[in-house]
């Protein structure tokens, strides 16, 4: 996809699948928290946004694969049959903001009835969690703390909705 594009669904009516947010981590830092709040009131009028934080290392073991393991159940307890889920992971597919604002657009024609991204803790996403992703996308080619990839999340999902909507907030 070359700079530029638009998005299939830009300026089309999208119904307006409920959205989640799955985070694996620590209580978040004051300034990550404000701007997720900020995130989550600009696309409350696109559509229903609900944030969940699960407890990193939820066994406190110094194992990691045991924290990974925990986290993965944790995580896949939260998540319904019939949702479409996406897992963000540094290994996924490179997105652009287009792409992100299809997704959203496809995951409302699949008959699901949730939209919900996942984002690990530390060491990243369990097996379970990544066989169910229905897609796996990376917000970067670097390697973001999941406190930075939430707020980067966070944005992208707004600019996708603007795009859709045919909204001047991307350029």
């Keep these: ?7 299939k669904y ?3 009516s999208v119904g307006a699948m409920p959205m989640r947010l799955l985070t694996v981590g620590k209580k978040r830092s004051r300034g990550t928290q404000l701007l997720v709040e900020e995130y989550k009131e600009k696309l409350g009028y696109y559509c229903d946004f609900e944030d969940t934080l ?20 944790a995580m896949i307890q939260q ?16 997105v652009i ?8 657009g496809d995951a409302g024609n699949t008959g699901s009835s949730r939209l919900t991204f996942c984002i690990g803790g530390p060491y990243g996403l369990g097996v379970q969690v990544r066989k169910r992703a229905d897609a796996t996308i990376r917000l970067s080619s670097l390697v973001l703390n999941h406190q930075v990839a ?4 966070m944005e992208q999902l ?10 001047k907030y991307h350029h």
Excluded: C, H
């Design 158 to 167: 707004y600019r996708a909705w603007t795009i859709i909507k045919g909204q």
């Design 150 to 153: 939430l707020v980067v999340l």
């Design 54 to 73: 699960i407890r990193s290392n939820p066994k406190l073991t110094s194992d990691v694969k045991v924290q990974v393991e925990a986290e993965d159940a």
């Design 10 to 12: 830009s300026g089309q």
């Design 79 to 94: 998540l319904k049959p019939d949702d479409f889920v996406v897992a963000l992971d540094e290994n996924g597919k490179d």
């Design 1 to 7: 996809m070359t700079a530029g594009r638009r998005s």
């Design 97 to 104: 903001s287009e792409q992100i604002a299809d997704l959203i």
